[in-house]
C-alpha cells in the first residue's frame, strides 16, 4: 500500500524561491535560528532559562549542579537541532553545523552506557526511569530526539545522533512491549509513533515500525496502562477516570475513537502516527479512524484561523462547536502538529480539504507564533485580546498581548523553526502516475511521475494575488496527470490555461487534473479569484453569533488597537462594506493591509453612571483598518479581534 499511496515529495527535491515564504525561511534560518540558540544556553537577558544545554553538560560530567526545568526540557534541543538541520540542507553554514556537531557530541557524551539518553533520569536517579510513562515524557524526548538524528543524517550523512537513538530505542524496545515480562504501556505524550515511523523508512528495520505499531495498538486496551501504572506507584485513583485518561487519548483504544479529545497537541501526535502506520501498513481500520477524527477536529472543533485547543485547562479540546475567542488556547505546537497530521492524511488520500487546512493553519494559526524578526513568540494565540482581561482575569492569564523573549515551557518556538525550515517538504505529494501540487510556494520541485523523472517550475503570487503559474520539464517524452489543487477559498472561481489555450481537466476531490503526454517547456497558469470574504460560523458557534470576520485568499484579518483605538467590541462590520487594499503604519510594505467603513457603538449618549438603560447605544460612523492575523502584536500593545459585530442594514 505504501508504494501506490501519496507520498510527500522529499525536502531534498523542492527548492522554494518565494516571495513571501523565502522571507520567512530567510528570518527563520539567520535570525530564529541563532535566537534560540542563544536561549538554550540561557543567554538571553531578561528571558526564562532555558536549562538545556547545561542539563547535558551536567549529564555528561562536564559541570556540577542539579536538573534545571521541566522534565520534557531536553526536547527543545533536540527540536532545535532538527530545524538546524532542514536549515543546512539547504544553506550550509559551517558555523551552525559546528555548533550542531558540538551538541551531538555532549548528548552522545551524556548518554548512558546501555543507550539510555534523558537528562531528567540520568540526574534525578536512574532506577526511576520508566516507571512513569504518563507523565514523565522520557519517550516523548526520545521522540523529538529522533526526528532530530533522522533529520540530521538525511542533511548532512553524519550518523553519530542517528545510532545514539537507536541505541537508546534497542533499550526501550527491550522493556517495552507485548512479550511477557516487558512494560506493557505507551508513551504519555505522543510523537515517538511517527518518530519511528520516519526511522524506519531510512532504517528499513522491521523492529521500529513494529514498535511504533505496538505503541499505537496497545493504546486504550483494558485495563488501561495509566492506571496500572499509578498503581504501582502508589496513586490513589482521582475518580475521574475516563477524563483523565481521554486527555492522553487513552481511554480506548484508537480505532474506538469517534472524537477529538484531551491535549490538542498529544492528540494531532498521535493522530499523525496513526496515520504513518496505517500508510505502511495498508491498516484500513486505523485509516478510518484518522478520517473520523480529522473530520470531527476540523469540521467541529478548529478555528478561523487553524487554531485548536479550546480551552487552557489542560491545553484541550471542549466540545462540539465551543470556540471562545478571548481564552482561546490554540496553542502554536497545536498548530504545528495539525499541519503534521494534514500532510500525513494527503499521503493517505489525496484530497484538496487536507491541503486546504494545510495551508490555513500555515498562513494564520501558525506563522502567528513568532514575531515579524523572529525573535518573539506566542504560545497561546487567540482571536480576540485585552489588555487588561489579561491583566486582570485569571481565566486570562494565559493570553499574552505580546509575544515573549523565551518560555520556560519552550516547546513553541523550536517547534516552529522546524516546521518553519522543512516547509519544501509540504509541497507536493506523488503516486506513480500523478503529482499533485497542495501548497502554492514558488521555487522548483523534483519528482518522478509517469516513470520519468520531472522537474517543476512554479512561481506563486499568493498572499498578495491569487495567480500561479508552473513551467513542466519532463526528462523525456511521458504521460502523467499534474493536480493543482483548487483551493475552497476561491469558491471554484478560477481560470486554468495550458499554453495559453483553456485548458481540459478533469475535476477530482478539489484537483484540476491535467493527465496528458508533456513536452518540455509546457506552460500551466492558474488564476483564482481573491476577492475578500465575510465570513460566517456555524450558528451552533455561540461565541460567533452575529458576528463576522474577514479573509482574502488563505489569510484571515483581524482589527487591532494601533489602527482603530480602543474599544473593538463595539464594532460592527455592515454588510455592504467595500474594502480597499492599503498599507498600515509600522507594518512591513509587503503586508497588504484592508481599509473598509464601519460603525461602533458610541459612548456619547450613554451616561457613564448607567450601567443598563432602556435606550440603545447609538451608532457612529467609523473608519476600520485591518490586519493579517499573523501580524498581530508586532507594534504597540493593544487590544486585537477577529470577529466583529454584523450590521445587517443601514442605521
Known amino acids: 500500500m505504501a508504494d501506490t499511496n501519496p507520498q510527500a515529495v522529499p525536502l531534498k527535491n523542492v527548492e522554494i524561491h518565494d516571495p513571501f515564504w523565502s522571507k520567512v525561511q530567510e528570518t527563520v534560518r539567520t535570525q530564529m535560528i541563532p535566537y534560540q540558540w542563544e536561549a538554550l544556553n540561557d543567554r538571553i537577558p531578561g528571558a526564562d532559562p532555558s536549562y538545556c544545554i547545561r542539563n547535558f553538560k551536567i549529564a555528561a560530567g562536564l559541570e556540577k549542579g542539579r536538573h534545571g526545568g521541566a522534565v520534557f526540557q531536553d526536547s527543545d534541543l533536540a527540536k532545535w537541532i532538527e530545524a538546524a538541520a532542514y536549515s543546512l540542507e539547504k544553506h550550509p553554514d559551517a558555523k551552525l553545523e559546528k555548533e550542531v556537531d558540538e551538541t551531538i557530541g555532549l548528548i552522545c557524551k551524556a548518554q548512558r552506557p546501555d543507550g539510555y539518553m534523558d537528562t531528567y533520569y540520568i540526574l ?42 537507536i541505541r537508546c530505542i534497542d533499550l526501550v524496545d527491550s522493556l517495552i512491549g507485548p512479550e511477557k515480562g516487558k512494560i506493557h504501556g505507551y508513551p504519555g505524550h505522543e510523537i515517538l509513533e511517527m518518530a519511528l515511523v520516519r526511522l524506519y523508512r531510512v532504517t528499513h528495520n522491521e523492529k521500529h515500525l513494529r514498535l511504533a505499531r505496538y505503541f499505537i495498538d496497545e493504546r486504550g486496551k483494558e485495563p488501561l496502562f495509566f492506571e496500572e501504572e499509578r498503581k504501582k506507584r502508589g496513586l490513589p485513583g482521582d475518580g475521574n477516570r475516563i477524563i483523565r485518561n481521554s486527555y492522553h487519548q487513552a481511554d480506548r483504544p484508537v480505532r474506538e475513537q469517534e472524537k477529538a479529545e484531551g491535549h490538542a497537541v498529544r492528540a494531532v501526535y498521535l493522530y499523525s502516527g496513526m496515520a504513518d502506520v496505517a500508510r505502511e501498513t495498508g491498516d484500513r481500520s486505523l485509516s478510518e479512524a484518522c478520517r473520523r477524527l480529522w473530520n470531527d477536529m476540523t469540521h467541529r472543533q478548529m478555528y478561523l484561523t487553524g487554531g485548536i485547543g479550546a480551552t487552557h485547562h489542560g491545553e484541550a479540546f471542549t466540545y462540539d462547536y465551543d470556540l471562545p475567542n478571548d481564552t482561546a488556547y490554540a496553542e502554536t505546537c497545536a498548530s504545528v502538529g495539525l499541519v503534521f497530521f494534514a500532510r500525513r492524511m494527503l499521503e493517505l488520500e489525496p484530497r484538496a480539504e487536507y491541503a486546504d487546512v494545510m495551508e490555513r493553519v500555515l498562513y494564520n494559526g501558525a506563522l502567528s507564533g513568532m514575531s515579524l524578526d523572529g525573535k518573539r513568540f506566542f504560545y497561546v494565540n487567540p482571536l480576540e485580546a485585552d489588555p487588561e482581561a ?90 502523467f496527470r499534474y493536480a493543482l489543487r483548487i483551493p475552497a477559498w476561491c469558491g471554484g472561481k478560477f481560470s486554468l490555461l495550458l499554453n495559453g489555450e483553456k485548458a481540459d481537466f478533469q475535476s477530482e476531490n478539489g484537483y484540476a487534473v491535467l493527465d496528458r503526454e508533456w513536452k518540455d517547456g509546457d506552460e500551466i497558469r492558474l488564476s483564482m479569484e481573491m476577492k475578500v470574504r465575510r465570513v460566517f460560523a456555524n450558528p451552533r458557534v455561540g461565541e460567533d453569533v452575529g458576528r463576522v470576520a474577514v479573509t482574502r485568499g488563505p489569510l484571515v484579518y483581524c482589527l487591532e488597537e494601533a489602527d482603530n483605538g480602543p474599544g473593538l467590541c463595539r464594532v460592527c462590520l455592515p454588510d455592504r462594506t467595500v474594502f480597499r487594499e492599503t498599507a498600515a503604519e509600522g507594518l512591513p510594505e509587503n503586508i497588504v493591509a484592508l481599509s473598509s467603513d464601519g460603525f461602533r457603538f458610541s459612548l456619547k449618549n450613554w451616561d457613564s453612571d448607567l450601567l443598563y438603560a432602556d435606550h440603545a447605544p447609538t451608532l457612529e460612523p467609523c473608519s476600520l483598518l485591518w490586519v493579517p492575523y499573523y501580524a498581530w502584536a508586532n507594534r504597540r500593545p493593544g487590544e486585537m479581534s477577529v470577529w466583529v459585530h454584523r450590521f445587517l442594514s443601514e442605521p
Not at 532506577?127 to 512513569?132: L, V
Not at 504518563?134 to 553524519?158: I, Q, S
Not at 515551557?409 to 507536493?428: D, E, F, H, M, T
Open 390 to 479: 489579561s491583566r486582570k482575569e485569571e481565566d486570562h492569564r494565559h493570553v499574552k498581548i505580546t509575544r515573549q523573549k523565551w518560555f520556560g515551557c519552550a516547546c513553541c518556538p523550536p517547534n516552529l523553526a522546524r516546521l518553519l525550515a522543512s516547509l519544501g517538504g509540504y509541497v507536493c505529494t506523488s503516486t506513480p502516475d500523478t503529482l499533485y501540487q497542495n501548497l502554492y510556494i514558488g521555487g522548483t520541485v523534483s519528482a518522478v511521475a509517469g516513470g520519468i523523472p520531472v522537474r517543476v517550475e512554479f512561481r506563486s503570487s499568493l498572499p498578495l494575488k491569487g495567480s500561479v503559474s508552473a513551467v513542466v520539464h519532463p526528462a523525456g517524452r511521458g504521460r
Open 124 to 165: 534525578n536517579g536512574l532506577d526511576q526511569r520508566f516507571t512513569d510513562l504518563e507523565e514523565n515524557h522520557e519517550l516523548y524526548c526520545l521522540g523529538h530526539m529522533t526526528e532530530a538524528a533522522v533529520a540530521y543524517y538525511e542533511a548532512t550523512g553524519k550518523d553519530r545522533l542517528l545510532k545514539a537513538v
